[in-house]
């Protein structure tokens, strides 16, 4: 078992995932040590739920041209023929009230236009997570959000900031950013994905992964630790 599938494993079990997180690498190159997506899909989150499901692969541009949000958050400009449907999907958002035309410069994006990007499970990756641009995912229930929140806090790994709301998507950005980020997710994103109304997403970003990791264990412990003494304490003082 490698490093990245231990590492996957250790995740799941400490937190209790249904889903599989999900590594994304923003790349300068085309990458040949994995496949090129094929397909089509209505929006760039569409790949996360791929990549849940066991998927690996890479995408280019012209790959995320069908959502015009997401080709925002990541610096891809849209195709001459197609660059009106930002304006388009930006207005009916106005139009029914979803978010104010000055609330769109505040967006995040990326620094740059990505030459590829990587979508996979975390234990298939086949990058090193460390030394590129990259933030892996993962879609949990609050208590599992509040752990992780709490170990990369433990780690020095950002974790502070209030939960984002919408889009779901520039929340990849900020973790490249601001280091952890905390998603309650987008109506969006939650119809593409299959996201349940129980859930929302940790982001952390890939050099950050095996600190916050580390000191996971000692959180899980701590709080395991707490919960039973706030049991006790209930169960002695309440009186309602």
């Known amino acids: ?125 086949t990058i090193d997570l460390r030394n590129s641009a990259n933030a892996v995912l993962f879609a949990c229930k609050p208590s599992a959000a509040m752990l992780l929140n709490e170990a990369a806090i433990r780690a020095g790994a950002g974790g502070a900031t209030p939960a984002m709301g919408r889009p779901t998507c520039m929340g990849l950005p900020l973790a490249l950013e601001r280091g952890t980020q905390m998603s309650l997710g987008c109506i969006g994103n939650r119809t593409y994905t299959g996201l349940a109304d129980d859930e929302l997403y940790v982001i952390i970003a890939g050099k950050d992964l095996e600190r916050v990791a580390a ?8 709080n395991n630790a707490l919960q039973e003494y706030a049991k006790g304490r209930r169960a002695e003082i309440a009186t309602a």
């Not at 790349?27 to 739920?49: E, H, K, Q, V, Y």
């Not at 995320?64 to 958050?73: D, E, I, L, M, R």
């Not at 930002?86 to 620094?111: C, D, N, S």
């Open 1 to 125: 078992m490698s490093d990245l599938q231990q590492l996957e494993q250790k995740f799941r079990e400490k937190l209790g995932l249904k889903r599989r997180p999900v590594a994304v690498a923003f790349l300068d190159a085309i990458p040949t040590s994995i496949a090129a997506f094929s397909g089509n899909m209505p929006s760039g989150c569409s790949f996360w739920r791929l990549a849940a499901e066991g998927g690996a692969f890479y995408t280019v541009p012209a790959d995320h041209f069908n959502c015009a949000v997401g080709s925002y958050t990541h610096n891809i400009p849209l195709s001459p023929e197609r660059e009106k449907e930002t304006e388009q999907t930006l207005g009916l958002m106005f139009q029914v009230g979803y978010i104010k035309p000055e609330e769109v410069p505040g967006i995040p994006r990326l620094a740059k236009t990505p030459a590829a990007i990587i979508y996979s499970p975390l234990g298939a990756t």
């Open 215 to 222: 000191s996971l264990e000692e959180i899980v412990g701590a």
